[in-house]
C-alpha cells in the first residue's frame, strides 16, 4: 500500500511545513494553542524534510537508492545531518544515531501581545559547528540541499507546492 502517489507528495508536504513554522514565527497566532502546539509543528517540519529521502528511494520513477542519497549527505556534511537528528530524536524519543552530533532544538523566543496573539520562534543547534540556527533558515537551508539534490538526480521540482491550508 502506498501513502500518495509519489515523492513529490512529500516535497509538497515539506513546503507546507515548513510554511507553518514561518507564519507561526512572523504573524500572529491566536489559536489558544501552547507552546506545545509550535514545537509539534517544528518536529514534524523536519522529520518531512529528512523523510523526503524514504519517498524519493522508495518511489520506483526517481531511480534513487538510499545509498545514493546517503552518501551524497554525507559527502557534504550537509544540513539535512541536522534535520535527520531534530526528526529521528523527535520521532523516537532517544537519538542514538547522530548524525550531526546530536543537534537538537536549543531554545524558543515566544513573544505574546494581548489582544493579538502568540508568535513562536524556535532555534536549533547544529552540534558539528555549536552553531545556532533560527528554525525556518534551517529548513530554508535544508530545502536548498534537497532541490540541489534533485537537480543532479535529474528529478523534476514543481513550480509551485500545494498550498498550506
Known sequence: MSYGSGWIDQWNRVSRWRERVRRDRDEWQNTGLGTE????????????????????????HAAVTKKNIEDWVKLRGSVLLVAADLANGSKHFVLRNRRAGGSHQSRADVRVYVGHGVQATFYVQDERSHTEWEAVDLADACIAEWRQFLIEAGLPIPDRPTSAD
Open 37 to 60: 502546539h509550535f514545537l509539534d509543528e517544528l518536529h514534524a517540519t523536519f522529520q518531512a524534510i529528512w523523510h523526503l529521502k524514504d519517498w524519493l528511494h522508495n518511489d520506483i
